[in-house]
């Protein structure tokens, strides 16, 4: 189960559900979560679980090619977000019970808009750098740090996304399946 709000990690821990994280936290905060759900299991005396992350991904040749074009598709794909569930209209969140984080980033990349920055800026700056973006090598080394840190136990990985033209998901696709499934597949996944 995926969650939003805080107060649906307890629902999804009882009800023995595992975590599947998406882009709306830091890994950090994703890692402290981890943590309270794993304590919810073990009062029902269940073992702990790892989780399952989708990750947008962008694998380049180069950096620079990584950091211009990664970032332009990752930009598209959270105004897309932003558009789609109206998260820079904090009164759509304000009256829904359980969806104060909504209404906080709502507020938040509404205010940043309103002082003059481009949407699509504010859109990835509200958006927790949740993505990997880099050469085969620095996919790597990010992927590695999110699966050791957090015991991930599946990897979704989101290949194409914004206006990324097909040619550029699959040179991704094929950087990522050469370059950092295998070491990544070796990775042994850290203690829960």
Not at 69 to 82: L, M, P, W
Not at 184 to 190: G, P, Y
Request: proline fraction near 7%; charged fraction near 20%.
């Amino acid at each position: 189960m995926a969650w939003g709000s805080p107060e649906s990690l307890p629902i999804a821990a009882h009800a023995g559900l595992k975590p599947l994280f998406i882009p709306q936290r830091t890994w950090q905060e994703y890692a402290d979560q981890v943590r309270q759900f794993n304590a919810i299991r073990a009062s029902h005396g269940w073992p702990p679980v790892g989780a399952t992350a989708a990750v947008w991904m962008y694998c380049a040749p180069s950096r620079s090619e990584a950091a211009e074009q990664g970032e332009q598709y990752i930009s598209e794909y959270t105004d897309s977000v932003r558009l789609h569930y109206m998260l820079d209209q904090p009164e759509v969140f304000q009256s829904v019970r359980g969806y104060e984080r909504y209404t906080e980033r709502a507020t938040a990349l509404s205010a940043a808009i309103k002082r003059g920055e481009d949407p699509k800026r504010a859109s990835l700056m509200t958006t927790t750098s949740t993505h990997v973006i880099g050469t085969p090598d620095e996919c790597l080394e990010q992927l590695r740090a999110i699966s050791e840190s957090l015991g991930i136990e599946h990897l979704i990985a989101v290949l194409q996304f914004g206006t990324m033209p097909r040619e550029h998901a699959h040179r991704s696709l094929r950087l990522f399946a050469e370059r950092v499934a295998p070491p990544l597949q070796r990775l042994a996944l850290a203690p829960l």
